[in-house]
């Protein structure tokens, strides 16, 4: 351990007895709003439509509440189907069958004769008399080294591949360290024939892979999962078949607190492998396998299918009756939609919004930028307290990792990138390329979501704003995507396919353009058409000086220039997209229900009535109102209101239900509201 490691060690245990004596919640950093964030906070503050008063509700009480169902490119609603398939058992062979085998394989080595062909090149490389102990040893079980040397890799390499050629891959040859071959008996059969691997996937048709077909290079499958982050399903995956995250693709991120479906492909494995890992899997379900030339890539899907429940429904008002306020509010979303802001999930659940880190790093601020990540903080995970108090008070990189928990992906890879910098003895702080060397150790995906929560930050203000000036008419200036552009915007998002390697990209690349004065007066497009950039260096901004001076004033206010997203770091280079300003879910339909108990089940989830459907089908016992996917109404003294709609790509759920009931959709809001 050097001088100054042990210096930082001694430093930290000095002031242990000091950190021991402070209460937890203590020493909150200077600066930090612990209030909770709210939508106001992050620029979400009109409704589309004020007639309807709405009503209240709870949302994701339990994690089955929330069901989410990927919509293919094709249209087609993703569904867990099957749960892969029953690897056939092969019967363990007697004794008897076992020693009868032995036998008439060494009866068929006895008479084994190496093809001619392939002998005649063995001999020009090893001799005769080589070759001959070879055959020998491949009828008698022994061992020999050859007589020759073989100094080039390329002869050796030959020389490995003709015998196992020759002996039907029965021998073993390892090179000594004065590159001479051993050659034996292979202790197992390692390589098998393509042919041969074929027949033994053959299902009862004669069909391959277990009845799915020719082998293409990637394998699509279904992902159900339950109360799990799309990432770590795929970093699971990713552990138990011992192969790169990156090989696993799917087409865009799924909510953690719900039962979801989406599609995933993989390459370089074995449909046997993957099918094998239904038996370990906690809370993960694999099927609907099927083979395919090309991977899935982000952005390949129509949207998602929601089927919601909402608990807990009271009426705001004495008087409202909640059956004219759900078909008013059903009528709106279907003619008028939403306003399309990014939702709150977008900004994270601590008291320092994700857009605020995004801001900093953006400015280039990475002291600052540590500081936010490693704050004290009111609303964070409960856990990782002592450790932020830990580095508050002691700036000491090891203790503070040492109480951090793992699941602090952030301010872990912050910490351990510390632990390995030396501080300013004069300052006794770290130079600033200390921290900036921190924060490119958070993963990728991390580190720019901040800064994609900026952009989102901003584009929700302006969106407000715009509604507030011009409500939902089109104006001169306002921005329409270009169509000419889109067979070139594809070509475009398929070059930077490789380039961008990151979970938050949610839409292709497109092109806009302004609105005409003549477009305006023949009424050519409608509020559904406009749409609105993120901030970025590769968009355009609205002609209307009104609406581009929105994007001046919002980010002036951080010390930020809207004209000026280009950064040193690629990562915080920001090229922009755009986004449609108003949403309009599509086959609404709903019910309202009665119940009991918190713990009622309202909905089924695509495992259960798969289960019971297989129940029934086997004539085995099952529930019968697990078949489908709502529960019978039953009688209690409480309401839910149950929703199911469809929502194209990078739209937000939780926004249509915010347009419905009226009600604040933060972490600790009306719609929200988390009690643990």
């Known amino acids: 351990m050097s001088d100054q490691s042990l210096k930082r060690e001694s430093e930290a245990a000095a002031q242990q007895e000091d950190i021991k004596r402070t209460k937890v919640g203590e020493g909150i950093n200077e600066g930090i709003n612990n209030n909770n964030i709210t939508e106001k906070d992050v620029g979400i503050t009109h409704y589309l439509s004020m007639d309807n008063v709405g009503f209240n509700g709870q949302i994701k009480q339990r994690y089955t509440d929330f069901l989410v169902n990927e919509i293919t490119k094709q249209g087609e609603v993703v569904h867990l189907t099957d749960k892969g398939f029953n690897m056939p058992k092969k019967p363990k062979p007697t004794r008897e069958q076992i020693e009868q085998s032995q036998k008439e394989e060494l009866e068929k080595r006895q008479g084994f004769k190496v093809d001619e062909g392939i002998r005649n090149e063995l001999v020009e490389l090893l001799g005769e008399e080589d070759v001959q102990k070879i055959e020998a040893v491949y009828r008698s079980n022994k061992k020999i080294e050859t007589s020759k040397a073989f100094d080039d890799k390329l002869e050796r390499t030959k020389i490995h591949q003709l015998l196992r050629r020759a002996f039907d891959n029965k021998l073993e040859s390892?090179?000594?360290?004065?590159?001479?071959?051993?050659?034996?008996?292979?202790?197992?059969?390692?390589?098998?024939?393509?042919?041969?691997?074929?027949?033994?996937?053959?299902?009862?048709?004669?069909?391959?892979?277990?009845?799915?077909?020719?082998s293409k290079s990637f394998i699509h499958f279904t992902v159900y999962k339950?109360?799990?982050?799309?990432?770590?399903?795929?970093?699971?995956?990713?552990?138990?078949?011992?192969?790169?995250?990156?090989?696993?693709?799917?087409?865009?991120?799924?909510?953690?607190?719900?039962?979801?479906?989406?599609?995933?492909?993989?390459?370089?494995?074995g449909l046997d492998r993957l099918n094998g890992l239904n038996k370990g899997l906690k809370g993960v379900v694999l099927g609907g396998y099927k083979f395919e030339d090309e991977p899935l890539n982000l952005g390949d899907l129509q949207g998602n299918e929601f089927t919601i429940a909402i608990r807990d429904v009271s009426l705001k008002n004495e008087g409202d009756?909640?059956?004219?306020?759900?078909?008013?509010?059903?009528?709106?979303?279907?003619?008028?939609?939403?306003?399309?802001?990014?939702?709150?999930?977008?900004?994270?659940?601590f008291s320092v919004s994700t857009h605020q880190i995004g801001q900093v790093l953006l400015s280039g601020n990475w002291k600052q930028a540590v500081d936010l990540i490693m704050a004290e903080q009111e609303n964070v995970l409960p856990i990782s307290k002592e450790a932020r108090r830990i580095w508050a008070q002691t700036r000491n990189p090891i203790y503070a990792a040492k109480?951090?928990?793992?699941?602090?992906?952030?301010?872990?890879?912050?910490?351990?990138?510390?632990?390995?910098?030396?501080?300013?003895?004069?300052?006794?702080?770290?130079?600033?390329?200390?921290?900036?060397?921190?924060?490119?150790?958070?993963?990728?995906?991390?580190?720019?979501?901040?800064?994609h929560?900026?952009?989102?930050?901003?584009?929700?203000?302006?969106?407000?704003?715009?509604?507030?000036?011009?409500?939902?008419?089109?104006?001169?200036?306002?921005?329409?995507?270009?169509?000419?552009?889109?067979?070139?915007?594809?070509?475009?998002?398929?070059?930077?396919?490789?380039?961008?390697d990151?979970?938050?990209?949610?839409?292709?690349?497109i092109r806009a353009r302004p609105v005409t004065a003549e477009e305006v007066a023949a009424q050519t497009f409608t509020v559904n058409d406009v749409v609105l950039p993120t901030p970025g260096f590769d968009i355009v901004y609205p002609s209307n000086e009104n609406l581009?001076?929105?994007?001046?004033?919002?980010?002036?206010?951080?010390?930020?220039?809207?004209?000026?997203?280009?950064?040193?770091?690629?990562?915080?280079?920001?090229?922009?997209?755009?986004?449609?300003?108003?949403?309009?879910?599509?086959?609404?339909e709903y019910q309202v229900v009665s119940y009991e108990n918190p713990t009622d089940q309202l909905i089924n989830t695509d495992l259960e009535i798969l289960n019971a459907n297989r129940g029934k089908d086997n004539g085995q016992k099952y529930i019968k109102s697990k078949l489908e996917r709502y529960m019978k109404v039953k009688d209690g003294n409480k309401k839910a209101v149950i929703i199911k709609f469809k929502l194209g790509v990078s739209a937000y759920a939780t926004m249509v239900l915010r347009e419905l009931m009226k009600v604040e959709t933060s972490r600790r809001g009306d719609m929200c509201n988390v009690s643990v």
């Open 174 to 214: 390892v090179t000594t360290d004065s590159n001479h071959f051993i050659v034996g008996m292979a202790s197992r059969q390692t390589r098998v024939s393509k042919e041969e691997l074929i027949e033994q996937t053959k299902d009862a048709n004669g069909v391959e892979n277990w009845g799915y077909g020719p």
């Open 226 to 269: 339950e109360n799990k982050d799309t990432m770590d399903v795929a970093n699971t995956l990713s552990k138990f078949m011992r192969i790169p995250t990156r090989l696993i693709r799917f087409s865009g991120t799924k909510d953690r607190r719900a039962v979801t479906c989406q599609r995933m492909s993989l390459s370089k494995i």
């Open 548 to 588: 581009r001076q929105l994007y001046v004033d919002v980010m002036a206010k951080d010390n930020m220039d809207p004209f000026d997203m280009k950064r040193k770091v690629r990562d915080f280079s920001l090229a922009g997209s755009y986004r449609n300003v108003i949403n309009k879910p599509t086959d609404i």
């Open 502 to 509: 990151e979970d938050l990209r949610e839409t292709k690349f």
């Open 403 to 451: 109480a951090m928990p793992h699941q602090c992906l952030a301010e872990n890879a912050i910490l351990n990138a510390l632990c390995h910098e030396e501080k300013c003895e004069t300052s006794n702080d770290y130079p600033i390329s200390s921290y900036h060397n921190a924060i490119l150790k958070i993963p990728r995906n991390l580190r720019t979501m901040y800064v």
């Open 453 to 500: 929560a900026y952009q989102s930050y901003v584009w929700n203000m302006v969106a407000s704003e715009r509604i507030k000036l011009f409500g939902l008419n089109v104006i001169e200036g306002d921005l329409v995507v270009d169509e000419t552009s889109a067979a070139e915007s594809d070509d475009q998002a398929k070059q930077d396919e490789d380039d961008f």
């Open 321 to 349: 009756d909640l059956d004219d306020i759900l078909a008013n509010g059903m009528k709106s979303l279907e003619q008028n939609g939403f306003i399309n802001y990014f939702g709150m999930q977008r900004f994270g659940t």
